[in-house]
C-alpha cells in the first residue's frame, strides 16, 4: 500500500506516551498504519553477515553481536576538529541573535528550529558543504563498503546535530524508538555518525538499549505494532516505544548504554537497535553529521528519482538512503516557515562525480 500525502486532523489517533522529539511539522505530512503497509522484507545482504558463526575479527563482530559499533579514528582527529569548527562558523551566521559567549542566548528565539534540541533538518543544513566533505571521507564509506560488500553506495541526508549543553528552556523527554519498520524482517539498514566532538560519559551523545536489535522480531510477536500517533512522525521505518516498551527490553536482558566516542569516530548501529540521545551534562557542545550508506542497487528507480529531485531542493530526507525516500521540508516556527530558512547552503558542495553518485544523481 503506498503512502499517502494527508494534512493532521484532530480526528487522528490520540495522543500517547510515544514522543515525537520535535520532529519538523512537514514530517507529519505522510501517513503510514503498520497494519495493512508492508514492505519488500529482508534484502539479505547484511542478515546473512550476522548468522555468520566465524568471526570477522574486526568491529564488525561487535556491531552484530550487539547492535552497534565505533569505528576508531575513521576522520584524523584534527581534520574532524576542523569541520567542528566550520559547522560552528555555519551556524553563527543565522541572524537571531545568538551570542556563543552568552549563554542566555542559547534558547529557541535565538536558535535555529532543531529538534530535541540539537537535530538540524531545514536551512539547507544537510547540504553544506562541510557536512558533504564528511559524508565523502574514505574512513567513513570504507566501513559501509565492508558492510555491505560494494562501494556503489548511496547515504542519506537526514540532518546534522549541534547540541548547546545547560539550556533551561527546554522540556526533555527521552524518544526511544527505532529507525526500522515492524513490518521489515531482519537486519535491513546500518545507520551511522559521523561524531565531530567528545562523546563521554557527560557529554550529549547517543543512547541505546545494548541487544535490542536481536529481540526486534520477538517484541513485535508479543507486542503487536500499534497505529501511530497523530503526534509521531510520518516516516514509515520509524517506531516510537512507551516506557513500558522499555521495561519489557530491559526485562530482557537489555542495557542502557551511552555510546562513547571522540572527534573523527563514526557510530555505527543497527536500526531495529531502541535508542534516543542524551542531553550533554557537560561544557562541550554536540556536533556531528548523521550518515548512513546503503548499496545504490536497493533502490528502485522511483526511488533514486525521488531522491536525486530532493537532492536539487536541497532538503533533508531520512536516515535510509535507497528508500522511504522522504522530504523534510523547511522548518517551522509555529504555523510559518521559519525566517531564517535557506533556498540553497551558504556555502554549496562541489559536485563531483562522488557525491553525485552518492546522492543518487549519477550511476554507478
Known amino acids: 500500500m503506498a503512502p499517502s500525502r494527508i494534512s493532521p486532523t484532530p480526528e487522528e489517533l490520540p495522543l500517547s506516551q510515544t514522543y515525537n522529539g520535535g520532529y ?6 505522510i501517513k503510514h498504519d503498520y497494519a495493512d503497509t508492508k514492505v519488500g522484507g529482508v534484502n539479505g545482504i547484511l542478515a546473512s553477515q550476522a548468522q555468520k558463526t566465524e568471526k570477522f575479527g574486526d568491529w564488525r563482530d561487535e556491531f552484530f ?3 552497534y559499533t565505533v569505528v576508531k579514528g575513521a576522520i584524523p582527529r584534527a581534520k574532524a576538529i576542523q569541520y567542528r569548527e566550520r559547522a560552528m562558523e555555519w551556524f553563527d551566521k543565522f541572524d537571531f541573535g545568538f551570542d556563543i559567549n552568552d549563554k542566555s542566548t542559547w534558547t529557541k528565539e535565538h536558535l535555529p528550529v532543531m529538534m530535541n534540541a540539537g537535530m538540524i533538518m531545514g536551512y539547507c543544513a544537510t547540504h553544506e558543504a562541510w557536512a558533504w566533505e564528511g559524508r565523502c571521507e574514505c574512513g567513513v564509506i570504507e566501513p559501509f563498503a565492508k558492510l555491505w560488500g560494494t562501494d556503489e553506495l548511496l547515504v542519506s541526508f537526514d540532518a546534522v546535530n549541534i547540541t548547546f549543553p545547560g539550556r533551561k528552556d527546554v522540556e526533555w523527554t527521552p524518544w526511544p524508538h527505532i529507525d526500522q519498520s515492524p513490518t521489515r524482517k531482519g537486519l535491513a539498514c546500518a545507520q551511522g555518525i559521523i561524531n565531530l566532538s567528545e562523546s563521554g560519559p557527560l557529554d550529549g ?3 541505546l538499549l545494548q541487544g535490542s536489535s536481536e529481540l526486534f522480531e520477538q517484541f513485535f510477536q508479543e507486542n503487536p505494532p500499534k497505529p501511530k500517533a497523530k503526534d509521531a512522525p510520518g516516516q514509515f521505518d ?3 516505544f512507551t516506557l513500558e516498551d522499555v521495561k519489557w527490553f530491559e526485562d530482557h536482558g537489555c542495557k542502557l548504554i551511552k555510546v562513547e566516542a571522540e572527534p573523527g569516530d563514526v557510530i555505527i548501529w543497527d ?3 531502541v535508542h534516543y540521545a542524551s542531553l550533554p551534562q ?3 557542545i554536540r556536533t556531528i553529521i548523521y550518515a548512513t550508506y546503503t548499496p545504490s542497487k536497493l533502490a528502485t528507480p522511483e526511488d533514486l528519482a525521488l531522491k536525486a529531485s530532493i537532492f ?3 532538503e533533508g530526507t531520512t536516515h535510509w538512503p535507497h528508500c522511504n525516500i522522504f522530504a523534510q521540508g523547511k522548518a517551522m516556527r509555529g504555523d510559518s516557515i521559519c525566517p531564517g530558512e535557506r533556498e ?3 556555502e554549496k558542495p562541489e559536485l563531483t562525480d562522488q557525491v553525485l553518485k552518492l546522492a543518487g544523481v549519477l550511476p554507478y
Open 271 to 273: 536500526s531495529r537497535t
Open 24 to 29: 519538523l511539522k512537514t514530517s507529519h505530512g
Open 344 to 346: 540553497e547552503p551558504l
Open 238 to 240: 520509524w517506531y516510537g
Open 65 to 67: 553481536s550487539e547492535g
Open 205 to 207: 551523545g547517543l543512547q
Open 282 to 284: 557537560s561544557e562541550t
Open 312 to 314: 536539487h531542493r536541497y
